[in-house]
């Protein structure tokens, strides 16, 4: 199975990983297209533990799967719903993929337009191959690491330029589902800085990639499929993604969820690291 090659930006459609990148484009604008058809149809869903679960999980990560599975049947997965259900421990692999097919599911339940499809290629420890869909906005980002970030909208592909910030600018501005509390919260006050209101992780991420928030911070339990496509996304726009103590995420090892997120410019990174120790807690 060969994905189209109009599936990718064009100054991509030449590179190592180009078979993987268009498989995981079309996989991750298959299940966003899948979403839309049933928004506003469904049931409020399941709360187990701290996560919301619904059928259209479920659907959209069979829709996923089942494309991505189909086009590389060679290689490991490793997927929310299936994880979860299976209960079991993650076993290490030098290249896989994460696959968060409805990232955002209260956003999609409630209505509102922070959600998304994303699936990441991770090889030697980090991703290499992004993909993420916002299908009610209209948008698909893809990357390759070393070849940069790249943002579909009505008008076709574009390259993302990369962000330029080595310091806190004035009024920085931080993206959360809510207002910031405790330590984020105390910085923000701190820094006289303004909140813009997202929805899901990975959406949150590319946000800060595309210049339309600072900061994102939050001390919640994530796992890595929730990271992995945004990490490469940031990363090829001259941004970091971490946890709170400044340390990268890794993808290496047999730890599925990790605590305390943080996304932000390559050069203010470090430094909101530092303001959120000194913050009380």
């Known amino acids: ?13 030449t590179a190592d990983l180009e078979g993987r990148l268009a498989a995981a484009i079309c996989a991750v604008r298959g299940a966003g297209s899948a979403l839309m058809a049933v928004r506003g149809r469904t049931g409020k869903g ?11 999980d479920r659907a959209a990560e069979g829709w996923v799967l089942g494309y991505l599975e189909g086009a590389l049947p060679h290689d490991a997965f490793l997927a929310e719903e299936r994880h979860d259900a299976a209960g079991a421990t993650w076993s290490p692999r030098d290249a896989y993929w994460t696959v968060d097919a409805l990232d ?7 209505g509102f337009d922070g959600f998304c499809v994303q699936v990441a290629f991770i090889q030697n420890g980090a991703p290499v191959v992004a993909a993420i869909d916002e299908p009610a906005e209209g948008l698909t980002w893809a990357a390759l690491a070393g070849k940069g970030a790249y943002l579909r909208s009505a008008t076709g592909w ?10 806190w600018p004035e009024g920085p501005r931080f993206i959360d589902s809510t207002p910031p509390r405790g330590p984020v919260g105390h910085v923000l006050a ?3 800085g303004h909140f813009v209101e997202c929805g899901s992780i990975g959406v949150k991420a590319v946000r800060v990639a595309q210049g339309v ?7 919640l339990r994530f ?4 990271v992995a496509p945004g990490d490469l996304v940031l990363r090829e726009c001259g941004a970091r993604l971490g946890t709170w103590d400044g340390a990268p995420i890794p993808y290496a090892g047999a730890q599925v969820a990790l605590r305390g997120l943080l996304a ?15 913050a009380p807690t």
Request: aromatic fraction near 8%; charge should be negative.
């Open 104 to 110: 955002g599911t209260r956003s999609f339940i409630d």
């Open 264 to 278: 932000a410019p390559d050069g203010l990174f470090e430094r909101v690291v530092f303001d959120l120790r000194a």
């Open 190 to 192: 701190q820094r006289h």
């Open 223 to 226: 796992k890595l499929w929730d």
């Open 213 to 219: 928030a600072d900061v994102f911070a939050k001390d």
């Open 158 to 167: 574009a390259r993302v330029a990369p962000r330029q910030l080595a310091d």
């Open 46 to 56: 399941t709360e187990v533990g701290d996560q919301l679960k619904t059928a259209v």
């Open 1 to 13: 199975m060969t994905p189209p090659h109009d599936a990718l930006p064009p100054d991509l459609a």
